[in-house]
């Protein structure tokens, strides 16, 4: 009998499953007193290979912490409760496969969704956005294809919650953030608490940024820590579109992200324009008339678009 081909997501299930059980069987062999110069060797070469072992390592040493936390109890009974421990990190391990769940979610343009997870998490879900939500053993992986989502993170603290977008990832550390995937550039505002953002790319080194600061990053690599203005980075949960000193060239783009029938620029000197203000991201005529009272701009409507262009003296 021929044997059934592998599916990509069956490929993935598995490199994870052995992931952890090799993550689990290094953290319980580093727990004993005994292990040798060789072994350590041997680990801190497993643990050089890639960021995804480093990661999943760091699960367990967290997972020890908290539950060690919870034990003050006289030596006598120590013993008992590191079997406890050893047990529940075993079992962790050998169930990692079944707790698995994941879900493609998709906004169209226009369309904004909030996702509330179990563990008191919610994620409110910008237009035009692709994301993908997975929730399997300690980990919690959020990917964004393309588009905008803001984070609130519950208040369980026994698995990571990781958001992927572009090249890089960011791991949170008790916060609400928001992410905005556009073309290649990734900018991450963090609102209340503090994330860590790491590129794939290990040269890079990796940046934490509290409350009220946002960066942007790239396959170019990280930006410089700058000052988020958290109203205008959380507008769009409102409807409204928010901008300061914004090229008019980015302002049309964010009236696109909202609307199918697109507005276009056809004199590239509009580009050097700068539009300040608050508007209404659902009423697009309106949009097109504040620009046109703005500035000098004229509007025609053509079969699949509105095209602005200078105003003929």
Known sequence: MEKPQQTEQTRFEVEENSLTEQAAA??????????????????????AQS????????????????????????????HSTIVGIILIMVMFSAL???VHYEEVIITAIGEREQINLADGTTIDINTNTKLRLALFGLTRKVTIEHGEALFKIGNERLRTF?????????????????????????????????????????LFPSAIIQSGQQ?????????????????????????????????????VQQINRY????VRLVDTQLNTLRVSGEFNATDRDG?????????????SELDDMTVLHVEKQ
């Open 26 to 47: 290094w953290f319980l062999r580093i727990q004993q007193s005994d292990h040798n110069n060789a072994e350590q060797k041997t680990f801190e070469a497993w643990l």
């Open 51 to 78: 960021e995804a072992h480093r990661a999943e390592y760091q699960q367990y040493v967290r997972l020890w912490q908290n539950l060690d936390q919870l034990e003050r109890k006289p030596q006598k009974k120590r």
């Open 96 to 98: 990692h496969w079944l």
């Open 162 to 202: 990781e958001v992927y977008a572009g090249n890089g990832t960011i791991r949170d550390i008790g916060t609400e953030f928001n992410v905005n995937l556009e073309k290649d550039k990734t900018t991450v505002a963090v609102l209340e608490g503090a994330v860590e953002i790491s590129l794939d790319d290990l």
């Open 215 to 251: 960066l942007s990053y790239s396959k170019h690599g990280l930006s410089d820590t700058l000052r988020a203005d958290t109203g205008t980075v959380a507008a769009w949960r409102k409807n409204r579109l928010v901008f300061r000193d914004t090229p008019l060239s980015e302002v």
């Open 259 to 262: 609307h199918i029938r697109p």
């Open 287 to 299: 949009l097109v008339r504040a620009l046109k009272t703005l500035f000098p701009l004229q509007s």
